[in-house]
């Protein structure tokens, strides 16, 4: 059975940082990708990063201010998020595709985690 599950979550003041964690079970893929939602928004791509050669891509609202990394011994994927903005507010999700590949649409993904509350206050 496969699994993702986010932490890291929580209630930040505008600069600050937070690391949020993804931590996969069940089978073993081609990346790990994270995406949030903003209340009344659409799911948006944040950070994708591939398991084995590490390659790494951003969206352009988060790029040198998000950094994600992993661990295989860990099978856990980390996103770094510092200089924190307001509208960076979201639920942040970790997700994964059956594919060979990392696409920037949600609806392409096989698996969720359950997500996890960023909230960044002004």
């Known amino acids: 059975q496969v699994q993702l599950v986010e932490s890291g979550g929580g209630l930040v003041q505008a600069g600050g940082s937070l690391r949020l964690s993804c931590a996969a079970s069940?089978?073993?893929?081609?990346?790990m990708t994270w995406f949030r939602q903003a209340p009344g928004k659409e799911r948006e791509f944040v950070a994708a990063i591939q398991w084995s050669g590490g390659s790494t891509y951003y969206a352009d609202s988060v790029k040198v201010r998000f950094t994600i990394s992993k661990d295989n011994a860990k099978n856990t994927v980390y996103l770094q998020m510092n200089s924190l903005k307001p509208e960076d507010t979201a639920v942040y999700y970790c997700?994964?595709?059956?594919?060979?590949?990392?696409?920037?649409?949600?609806?392409?993904?096989?698996?969720w985690g359950q997500g996890t509350q960023v909230t960044v206050s002004s």
């Open positions: 069940g089978r073993t893929f081609y990346g």
């Open positions: 997700a994964a595709e059956i594919g060979v590949r990392l696409t920037t649409s949600a609806y392409d993904y096989d698996y």
